[in-house]
């Protein structure tokens, strides 16, 4: 995944400086999706059926969501 990274990083690079502000558009939303994450994580651990585990053992409840998942691991490799 670094490797994606640093070359899409050089994409950026060749293109000059007509995307001076995409950096700052992507760490935007890299923290938005951090931010997520940490929102999620602590309405779970505040909720009434949190049994102290992180949830892997559970079925999803929403199947569109597991598909999508799947498909993203596979794809970006998250």
């Not at 892997?56 to 993203?72: A, F, Q």
Request: charged share 15%.
């Amino acid at each position: 995944m670094t490797i994606d990274i640093i070359s899409a990083g050089l994409l950026f690079l060749l293109l000059g400086d007509s995307v001076w502000w995409l950096d700052s558009v992507l760490a935007v939303i890299i923290a938005l999706f951090i931010g997520l994450g940490g929102y999620n994580t602590v309405t779970h651990a505040c909720s009434k059926d949190f049994d102290g585990g992180c949830g892997c053992g559970t079925k999803e409840k929403n199947k569109w969501k597991s598909y999508v998942r799947i498909l993203l691991q596979c794809l970006i490799g998250i």
